[in-house]
């Protein structure tokens, strides 16, 4: 297939999925796979090239868990180009029995220690506006486990002090799934301070910040606390990894109440 052939059938898988994740997730997986597909010398579209691009991801030592999505990605480019008259629907077939690799229970990634944890919503010095900012975030990240679109669409209206403990109240998650997260006093103390900071009294919590220090806007990106992530994660020495998903799989122990 020719470069104009996978840029028609790319569009259309995106333009088939309705979540902006899965539209960012599908669109990373299957640019990273033409990367790798036009490096190689040029073969057709075939299931031969898709176990081949398999054993690529398998020799970057990832988990069964980042391997697979990219994989089914591919999968669906191929459904898609079958679809639009650009690949035989034998190879389209031969490309679907491509099976993924196989998880043998031993759940990888990057885990977090409680002291790596506890490190990395540190990392921020707490001298400015945007620290306090960044330290508020890192915390509601790792604490209450939210993605990055539910930690950018987090407004004051979500928080709710039920039984004398702050929660996360009609959070609308992946899936439209509406749910209730428990916040820790700790993280629920470096949202205030940030809050006071930052003067918000009403909308979205997280905000962009100038370097002068003045708050801009009512919102931030998900890019930006991609970024967020990605910084405090270096300035620790925490090994970075960019996953298909275009952030670092960081899962966590849960922080003791004491830190």
């Known amino acids: 297939m020719r470069l104009p052939d996978l840029e028609v059938s790319r569009r259309a898988v995106l333009n088939g999925l309705t979540s902006t994740d899965g539209r960012r997730v599908y669109g990373h997986a299957i640019d990273e796979f033409v990367d790798w597909y036009c490096?190689?010398?040029?073969?057709?579209?075939?299931?031969?090239?898709?176990?081949?691009?398999?054993?690529?991801?398998?020799?970057?030592?990832?988990?069964?868990?980042?391997?697979?999505?990219?994989?089914?990605?591919?999968?669906?480019?191929?459904?898609?180009?079958?679809?639009?008259?650009?690949?035989?629907?034998?190879?389209?077939?031969?490309?679907?029995?491509?099976?993924?690799?196989?998880n043998l229970g031993v759940r990888l990634g990057n885990w977090l220690t409680a002291d790596q944890s506890f490190a990395l919503w540190q990392a921020p010095n707490d001298d400015s506006v945007k620290d306090k900012r960044d330290r508020a975030l890192l915390a509601m990240l790792l604490a209450c486990g939210l993605r990055r679109h539910e930690v950018v669409g987090l407004r004051l209206e979500h928080l709710e002090k039920r039984e004398e403990h702050w929660a996360i109240v009609g959070l609308k998650g992946k899936g439209g799934h509406i749910r209730t997260v428990p916040i820790p006093d700790w993280v629920m103390e470096q949202v205030q301070v940030w809050l006071n900071a930052a003067g918000i009294e009403r909308g979205k919590i997280y905000r962009r910040v100038t370097k002068t220090g003045r708050v801009l806007g009512e919102?931030?990106?998900?890019?930006?606390?991609?970024?967020?992530?990605?910084?405090?994660?270096?300035?620790?020495?925490?090994?970075?990894?960019?996953?298909?998903?275009?952030?670092?799989?960081?899962?966590?122990a849960m922080l003791p109440e004491e830190n």
């Open 39 to 102: 490096s190689e010398p040029r073969l057709a579209l075939n299931r031969t090239v898709i176990l081949r691009y398999r054993s690529y991801l398998e020799t970057r030592l990832l988990a069964p868990g980042t391997i697979n999505p990219p994989l089914g990605a591919v999968r669906r480019l191929a459904y898609e180009a079958a679809d639009c008259g650009l690949l035989s629907s034998d190879l389209a077939a031969g490309i679907r029995r491509v099976r993924g690799v196989s």
């Open 219 to 252: 919102s931030m990106t998900e890019k930006a606390v991609w970024h967020i992530v990605k910084d405090a994660a270096k300035a620790i020495g925490l090994e970075w990894h960019r996953t298909t998903y275009g952030v670092p799989a960081l899962v966590c």
